[in-house]
């Protein structure tokens, strides 16, 4: 198979509970695995508990469609100072053959979150897939 391990970037937004939807049929149909990676960006302490609790309504939305899928699956929540960077990364560690993530994230900002995207599709060794909201299956 050419697709073992997919790697979905999730923000909790519309656009990545569409990638995370897409993943797991993708995963149902190849037999491959799925691990969701949430990035929290360093922020000064003051924020933190703000961060936290925002981060952990992620998780759990995360998991929630995650237990939807009955393969392998993984949520990781890995702080870094750029997104892209940490998504690229991660995908090289664990051996993903696919990254999938939406086109926009949580603030709508295309200019911003689109970054993190472009990021990623310039430094990805490997396929990456984006996904808009609409096409939630």
């Not at 899928?69 to 702080?79: A, D, E, L």
């Not at 960077?85 to 689109?114: N, P």
């Amino acid at each position: 198979m050419w697709c073992k391990r997919i790697m979905v970037a999730y923000d909790g937004s519309a656009a990545s509970d569409s990638s995370l939807e897409r993943a797991i049929a993708l995963a149902e149909t190849c037999g491959a695995e799925i691990m969701a990676i949430h990035v929290v960006v360093g922020a000064p302490s003051a924020e933190l508990a703000d961060i936290y609790e925002k981060d952990c309504e992620v998780e759990d939305r995360a998991l929630t469609i995650l237990n939807k899928f009955r393969g392998r699956q993984k949520f990781m929540m890995i702080t870094g100072i750029s997104p892209s960077f940490v998504i690229v990364e991660q995908a090289e560690k664990t051996g993903s053959d696919l990254i999938m993530m939406g086109s926009r994230g949580l603030t709508g900002i295309k200019e911003y979150l689109g970054s993190v995207s472009h990021g990623v599709v310039q430094h990805a060794k490997v396929p990456v897939m984006i996904i808009k909201e609409q096409s939630a299956i």
